[in-house]
Nanobody, 119 residues
Framework: VQLMESGGGLVQPGGSLRLSCAASGSIFSIDGMAWYRQAPGKQRELVALISNGGTTNYGDFVQDRFTISMVNTKNMVSLQMNTLIPEDTAVYYC??????????????WGQGTQVTVSS
């Protein structure tokens, strides 16, 4: 299963960005999708995750600034990020897990997309 991210870039503090991730391949079902991020010199951390039932979980640092949503029929997940601050600068990675058509489980990662918050 392959994941393709889009939507990263440079934004000024206080601005917004929307990240999207599309999953493709031999997918039978997706159980959940998530966004992680990794800043230079820091460990990868969870930004947000959503189950196929719509249950969401966010990192403590999000503080209601970000919203994750999933379009099950299109195997896509989006992350709307508002009120961005310089500390949000990182590479953002998409993650998806579920079942392939051969009935094997998968846990796939995207290549990452750079988000830079700077004036």
């Amino acid at each position: 299963v392959q994941l393709m991210e889009s939507g990263g870039g440079l934004v000024q503090p206080g601005g917004s960005l929307r990240l999207s991730c599309a999953a493709s391949g031999s997918i039978f079902s997706i159980d959940g999708m998530a966004w992680y991020r990794q800043a230079p010199g820091k460990q990868r951390e969870l930004v947000a995750l959503i189950s196929n039932g719509g249950t969401t979980n966010y990192g403590d640092f999000v503080q209601d600034r970000f919203t994750i949503s999933m379009v099950n029929t299109k195997n896509m997940v989006s992350l709307q990020m508002n009120t961005l601050i310089p500390e949000d600068t990182a590479v953002y990675y998409c993650n998806a897990w579920g079942i392939e058509t051969n009935w094997k489980s998968f846990d796939s990662w995207g290549q990452g997309t750079q988000v830079t918050v700077s004036s």
